[in-house]
């Protein structure tokens, strides 16, 4: 069982930063690729960066390509989302998501995910 805790959200204006933190509990958070997910009013959750468990390999949806950063940090059970220049686009409440994998499994789709946090408001005005 995992649990995991965001923070870090808030209101910025466009073309401003903010980093996000995932605290994780449990001793086997390394074997977790870990995501981030995000849902505006009225759509679908959609992916938009995850990382597998060693750091190797890391993946980003188009839309935050160049201007969003996952990283994770083991030792503190730890996954981060850097976030700049932000766009209104952007304004959604932001998850972050475990899964099993020990390997280069990275999941897209919310069903590849097994633990999911409670979601952190990101809201960027224009």
């Known amino acids: 069982q995992v649990q995991l805790v965001e923070s870090g959200g808030g209101l910025v204006q466009a073309g401003g930063s903010l980093r996000l933190s995932c605290a994780a509990s449990g001793r086997t958070f390394s074997s977790y690729a870990m995501g981030w997910f995000r849902q505006a009013p009225g759509n679908e959750r959609e992916f938009v960066a995850g990382?597998?468990?060693?750091?190797?390999?890391?993946y980003y949806a188009d839309s935050v390509k160049g201007r969003f950063t996952i990283s994770r940090d083991n030792a503190k059970n730890t996954v981060y989302l850097q976030m700049n220049s932000l766009k209104p686009e952007d304004t959604a409440v932001y998850y972050c998501?475990?899964?099993?994998?020990?390997?280069?499994?990275?999941?897209?789709?919310?069903?590849?995910?097994?633990?999911w946090g409670q979601g952190t408001q990101v809201t960027v005005s224009s």
């Open positions: 990382i597998t468990w060693n750091s190797g390999f890391t």
């Open positions: 998501t475990a899964a099993w994998s020990s390997g280069s499994y990275l999941p897209t789709s919310p069903l590849g995910y097994n633990y």
